[in-house]
């Protein structure tokens, strides 16, 4: 079991930038890849961003590309999502997951882990 803990929530103006982290205690984070999913109330789960195991390869929703930023850190077991240019349709609780595959992690179905979501309210 992955336990992933997320944080950096909170409350922004549009046009502001916020920071979210997430942290998953253990030895094996690296072999993990990792992807931030969101659920705006009324909507279903959508797909934000991931990253791969080595941090080489990142992914990106349409509606976030150029605003958004996935990075992670294989030593401190955290992996980021930096948030700038945000709009108030960006308001949403923010979950991060961990998915054991390398591919397909657009889909919440390839991520095994989840986190507990951390919320993110943008205010026009």
């Known amino acids: 079991q992955v336990q992933l803990v997320e944080s950096g929530g909170g409350l922004v103006q549009a046009g502001g930038s916020l920071s979210l982290s997430c942290r998953a205690p253990?030895?094996?984070?690296?072999?993990?890849?990792m992807g931030w999913f969101r659920k705006a109330p009324g909507k279903g789960r959508e797909f934000v961003a991931a990253i791969s195991w080595s941090g080489r390869s990142t992914y990106f929703a349409d509606s976030v590309k150029a605003r958004f930023t996935i990075s992670r850190d294989n030593a401190k077991n955290t992996v980021y999502l930096q948030m700038d240019t945000l709009e108030p349709e960006d308001t949403a609780v923010y979950y991060c997951?961990?998915?054991?595959?390398?591919?397909?992690?657009?889909?919440?179905?390839?991520?095994?882990?989840w986190g507990q979501g951390t919320q993110v309210t943008v205010s026009s």
């Open positions: 997951a961990a998915s054991s595959r390398n591919y397909a992690l657009g889909s919440s179905n390839a991520y095994a882990h």
């Open positions: 253990g030895r094996t984070f690296s072999s993990y890849a």
